[in-house]
């Protein structure tokens, strides 16, 4: 009787990943970045696209995960000094192009650790604020700049010791600004 109700409660339960809610760690940011959490734990899609020189970077669509490789900073021609010196001789670093549909507050979220710079029309944009984790194995770090729509922007992700990073760029809700 005891293994007849044992094997009807297993078999009547939901699975343990749909019981746990947010993954380990991934609880801990400030903000409610569930949207970002989900479009970084499904799969990222490849941007054609040369992540060295600004003229040729892959364009990154917006709520979107993008699987990105990223080369050797060394590498790349950077289109703004960085706010922060690389802390690696092999650090990585990549530049990507993207575009805003209206002005607003958007996110800029990566699944790894990397300085994150927005840079117009030669300058690094301030960023308005940021967040960081560790134990979040999808989702890292999240920072949020003011943008205007109507030109391309350069997403510039440098510092970094992972050769490739999953990123998301989302419009903040007006709950969240």
Same mark, same amino acid.
């Given at each position: 009787?005891?293994? #007849?109700?044992?094997?009807?409660?297993?078999?009547?339960?939901?699975?343990?990943?749909?019981?746990?809610?947010? $993954?380990?760690?991934?609880?801990?940011?400030?903000?409610?970045?569930?949207?970002?959490?989900?479009?970084?734990?499904?799969?990222?899609?490849?941007? &054609?696209?040369?992540?060295? !020189?600004? *003229?040729? *970077?892959?364009?990154?669509?917006?709520?979107?995960?993008? $699987?990105?490789?990223? +080369?050797?900073?060394?590498?790349?021609?950077?289109?703004?000094?960085? &706010?922060?010196?690389?802390?690696?001789?092999?650090?990585?670093?990549?530049?990507?192009?993207?575009?805003?549909?209206?002005?607003? &507050?958007?996110?800029? #979220?990566?699944?790894?650790?990397?300085?994150?710079?927005?840079?117009?029309?030669?300058?690094?944009?301030?960023?308005?604020? /940021?967040?960081?984790?560790?134990?979040?194995? #999808?989702?890292?770090? #999240?920072?949020? /700049? =003011?943008?205007? +729509?109507?030109?391309?922007?350069?997403?510039?992700?440098?510092?970094?010791?992972?050769?490739?990073?999953?990123?998301? !760029?989302?419009?903040?809700?007006?709950? =969240?600004?």
């Amino acid at each position: 009787m005891l293994r #007849s109700a044992l094997l009807l409660f297993l078999l009547l339960s939901p699975p343990a990943h749909a019981m746990a809610g947010p $993954a380990a760690g991934c609880d801990a940011f400030g903000w409610n970045l569930a949207r970002e959490l989900a479009l970084l734990e499904a799969p990222g899609s490849q941007s &054609a696209g040369d992540p060295r !020189i600004a *003229a040729r *970077a892959p364009r990154l669509d917006l709520d979107r995960h993008h $699987a990105l490789g990223l +080369p050797r900073q060394a590498e790349v021609a950077l289109a703004a000094t960085p &706010a922060r010196p690389p802390r690696d001789a092999k650090a990585r670093a990549g530049l990507f192009v993207f575009r805003v549909p209206a002005a607003g &507050a958007y996110r800029v #979220s990566l699944s790894r650790a990397l300085w994150v710079e927005v840079v117009d029309d030669g300058g690094a944009l301030p960023a308005r604020a /940021f967040q960081g984790r560790h134990g979040c194995a #999808s989702l890292r770090k #999240s920072v949020v /700049f =003011d943008l205007e +729509p109507g030109r391309d922007l350069l997403l510039q992700l440098d510092g970094g010791r992972d050769a490739e990073v999953g990123v998301v !760029i989302t419009g903040v809700p007006l709950d =969240d600004r």
